[in-house]
């Protein structure tokens, strides 16, 4: 009996994560990537001596991780080290109000009782809610795919007495009154796509994960886990085809997957894509009539928001700053609706700030300092902006904000390069140029987000942002065991 053979399509960590597991199971397996590195979203750049991780830099749920390479027979820690980051974040306020978002416990209430004194009790509260949240929504859910209605009407009873039909917003609103700590305990919806005011409160899980297991970033940056997850893969036997761009897959008779590229074209018994989930099956799988129809239902969905970076490098330090920063500009609830649904550039941003130096100065020549500044503007298909005319300006107006916090930043800057949404859908295949995906509100979450196994086309999967349970680094990853498992139950192998 011929033995099975499995492609995977796009090496974002995602992707990795599946041809690790499927690789470990025993299962030949060949990861295309059409860029020169892996990672997608977690590329790298490196110029001048500066090293910029290009996507992923918040590392939360680290156990996931090991559980990746303990399933290959290798320990996580034998590839990178992760550094604790303290505080996890730093939360900037226009007026000059700051708060540390920290793990520790009487850290964190001592700044609770420094920011809003009358919401000490209210936000102890809200930890023991999202405890509860995390033990459903994520302890027995995210690594377990829906595949069928019924799967969904099983935890319906559950969702429904956590309120998942409220937003995270509108959640943290019923424990704590204060405006500046409503948006510290709602804006890690952003983190995964999720407009706060319409992101499901199962998304307040993310606050008791990161106090459960820590904010971590990788030494080296996270092109180093990269790096270390692509080296795993090859270990295990694994090929790894860089610059090799998938350009369709055709269905043949006996139930074969043809991968074609430009210089092969390859049978495969099935395929995990993680791949844009449009561009999947509006290209990839296009000649076929139910990938035509299920890509015609997918244009009609509610996509995330896109974002704008600006990677530039310093010839100089500076002191005192955070690994991670979110600077909040003048308006919160307005601005996102305009991020979400406008229909053109917002005049305002607020932005998260990256400092990867402040935890690993080896990312940038001695005496200087890497950054990236993330502004969350609106997708293509909401605001066609020029991008190729104002990303100049616009990047230039991120760096002028900033100089509040980095004085003369714009005299120091000697490396500088931009992110666009029209770099999302040219480089990535990003639908939109969304940079998450589809959007995580409750109607696209579990079963009604495009499931780890298609129903309609025999060995197709799903693995990455688009599929259950989303975005983020602990999503992408869970997905691939949620996919792999399916794919080795349907090949008859033992899980893995």
């Excluded at 820690?77 to 992760?82: A, G, N, P, Q, Y």
């Excluded at 890497?370 to 609106?378: D, G, Q, R, W």
């Excluded at 120091?412 to 995580?440: I, K, M, N």
């Excluded at 109607?443 to 009604?448: D, E, G, V």
Aim: with cysteine; hydrophobic share 40%; glycine share 8%.
């Amino acid at each position: 009996m011929a033995e099975t053979r499995v492609a995977v399509v796009g090496a974002g960590l995602g992707g990795l994560a599946a041809a690790i597991r499927l690789q470990a199971a025993g299962v030949p397996t060949t990861l295309f990537e059409a860029r020169d590195l892996p990672g997608g979203r977690a590329y790298v750049y490196q110029e001048g001596g500066f090293t910029f991780d290009a996507g992923p830099t918040v590392i939360t749920a680290p156990s996931c991780l090991d559980e990746l390479f303990a399933v290959s027979g290798k320990r996580l820690s034998d590839f990178v080290e992760l550094i604790p980051n303290r505080p996890f974040y730093r939360i900037l306020w226009h007026d000059g109000t700051s708060f540390d978002y920290d793990g520790d416990p009487e850290t964190l209430l001592a700044e609770v009782e420094r920011l809003a004194p009358a919401d000490r009790e209210g936000f102890e509260r809200f930890h023991g809610y999202s405890e509860q949240v995390y033990e459903k929504g994520y302890g027995e859910l995210v690594a377990h795919p829906f595949l069928r209605l019924r799967d969904m009407i099983r935890v319906a009873p559950d969702l429904l007495r956590l309120r998942a039909d409220r937003s995270v917003y509108r959640t943290v609103s019923r424990f704590v009154r204060d405006e500046r700590l409503r948006q510290v305990l709602s804006f890690n919806s952003l983190l995964i796509g999720g407009h706060p005011f319409e992101a499901s409160s199962i998304y307040t899980l993310i606050h008791f994960l990161e106090r459960d297991e820590g904010v971590h970033f990788v030494r080296g940056g996270t092109g180093a886990l990269v790096r270390a997850m692509a080296d795993c893969f090859e270990s295990l036997g694994g090929e790894l085809r860089l610059a090799t761009p998938v350009r369709r897959v055709r269905l043949e008779g006996d139930g074969g997957h043809r991968v074609c590229t430009d210089s092969s074209e390859e049978r495969f018994d099935a395929v995990v894509s993680n791949a844009d989930v449009l561009h999947t099956y509006a290209r990839l799988y296009g000649e076929h009539p139910r990938a035509r129809r299920r890509a015609r239902r997918l244009e009609r969905k509610q996509w995330s928001m896109s974002v704008f970076l600006v990677y530039f490098g310093t010839d100089r330090r500076y002191e005192g700053l955070a690994h991670h920063s979110v600077i909040f500009g003048p308006r919160y609830r307005p601005l996102l609706d305009e991020i979400f649904h406008g229909k053109r550039l917002p005049r305002d941003f607020s932005l998260y700030l990256h400092a990867p130096t402040v935890s690993d100065p080896s990312l940038a020549p001695p005496g200087c300092a890497s950054f990236y500044a993330l502004s969350p503007v609106p997708h293509l298909g909401n605001a066609p902006v020029d991008w190729t005319r104002e990303a100049p300006a616009y990047a230039d107006r991120i760096l002028a904000s900033l100089e509040r916090l980095l004085p003369d930043l714009r005299r120091h800057v000697v490396v500088q390069r931009t992110f666009t949404p029209d770099d999302f859908a040219s480089e990535l295949a990003a639908h939109h140029g969304s940079a998450f995906s589809l959007a995580p509100i409750l109607r696209q979450s579990a079963w009604f987000r495009p499931h780890n196994r298609d129903p309609a086309i025999p060995g197709l999967y799903l693995v990455g942002a688009g599929t259950h349970p989303g975005a983020g680094v602990p999503g992408v990853v869970n997905s691939a065991k949620a996919t792999v498992s399916l794919v080795l139950e349907d090949i008859g192998r033992a899980r893995a």
